[in-house]
């Protein structure tokens, strides 16, 4: 269960560890995109890399799930390489809208006050609800799932699941479960990144509407 919680938090942070030598690729442009964090934040260029990164994984997952291109990549690749891939270019996604909103949470720091004790207590809530109900989301759907790889391949990834936070959450992964992106926001008391906090919020609900909700309709509860 440990391995499994351990395995969980990276894939879910952008690095899958059953991705073989797609690692070899995958852990220097973690790298990079670290690197490239340290030097926005050091030469003040918060905006353009916020933008980017906001259209890099929101514009950039639904152009790849919801049109021809996953099709493209598997004709032109095969569907196992070309599924590693994928989970490559989706694990840099994640990585970097994390590093997003950590750059958005950077800028314009102090724009409101807030007292220690609930600066801090607000952090607490907002990381503990937010990551702990999508990691318990993820625990019982599966790495598989949550890097859309149903929506890839075009096919189902197992049951259609009411489990676990599903019981009582419509949608655990990108409600409750997008909290903690306002947590560095919070700590930083930065209104532009509680906004663009709320950007991420609105991006991956408009990608659930318009690419993954149609596909659960059709694939996993039968409905035209």
Known sequence: MLWKAIDITLAMSGLRLDSGRMLFAWIPLVGLST???????????????????????????????????????????????ALGLYDMICGIMFFNIGTGISAAALHNIGAFELSLNLKWGLFAVLSVFGFGIKFWATWVVGINTYYFRDLFLDRAQGEFTAAGPYKFLPNPMYGVGNFHAYAGAVVTCSTFG???????????????????????????????
């Not at 050091?42 to 890399?49: G, L």
């Open 35 to 81: 690197g490239l964090l340290y030097y926005v934040d050091q030469n003040d260029y918060h905006i353009p890399y916020i933008i980017g990164t906001w259209i890099f994984y929101y514009l950039g997952i639904s152009l790849i799930l919801g049109t021809n291109i996953k099709r493209a990549m598997v004709k032109k690749f095969g569907e196992t390489k």
């Open 194 to 224: 509680l906004w663009y906090a709320l950007a991420c919020h609105a991006g991956i609900y408009g990608f659930y509407f318009f690419v993954e909700k149609p596909f659960i309709k059709r694939i996993y509860l039968g409905a035209d």
